[in-house]
């Protein structure tokens, strides 16, 4: 079993800057696909930005591209999301997600095994 903890989130003004983290633990996630989703009050989870086990591969939703850099540090079990000129449409909870597939960084929730609990990250305008 994988156990993921999100910390990092926060509230910050618009055009701020946060760095959330994902810690996993009870087994190495080395060879997991990681990704984090977003879900704004009312509305669907939906698919932020995902890594491959080696971090060869990124994906990004197309309205964080250039704003949001998704990365990982296999020493330290953690992956990372980094959330730059933040607006207030990206106020949600965020989770975090492991996936067996190594090499997906797909948006297809249905394709990730763990997930951790979800951290706040409110942008005032």
């Known amino acids: 079993q994988v156990q993921l903890v999100e910390s990092g989130g926060g509230l910050v003004q618009a055009g701020g800057s946060l760095r959330l983290s994902c810690a996993a633990s009870?087994?190495?996630?080395?060879?997991?696909?990681m990704g984090w989703f977003r879900q704004a009050p009312g509305k669907e989870r939906e698919f932020v930005a995902a890594?491959?086990?080696?971090?060869?591969?990124?994906n990004y939703v197309d309205s964080v591209k250039g704003r949001f850099t998704i990365s990982r540090d296999g020493a330290k079990n953690t992956v990372y999301l980094r959330m730059y000129s933040l607006k207030p449409d990206d106020t949600a909870v965020y989770y975090c997600?492991?996936?067996?597939?190594?090499?997906?960084?797909?948006?297809?929730?249905?394709?990730?095994?763990?997930w951790g609990q979800g951290t706040q990250v409110t942008v005032s305008s």
């Open positions: 997600a492991a996936s067996r597939g190594a090499d997906y960084t797909g948006r297809n929730q249905n394709a990730y095994d763990y």
């Open positions: 009870g087994r190495t996630v080395s060879s997991y696909a």
């Open positions: 890594i491959s086990w080696n971090g060869g591969t990124t």
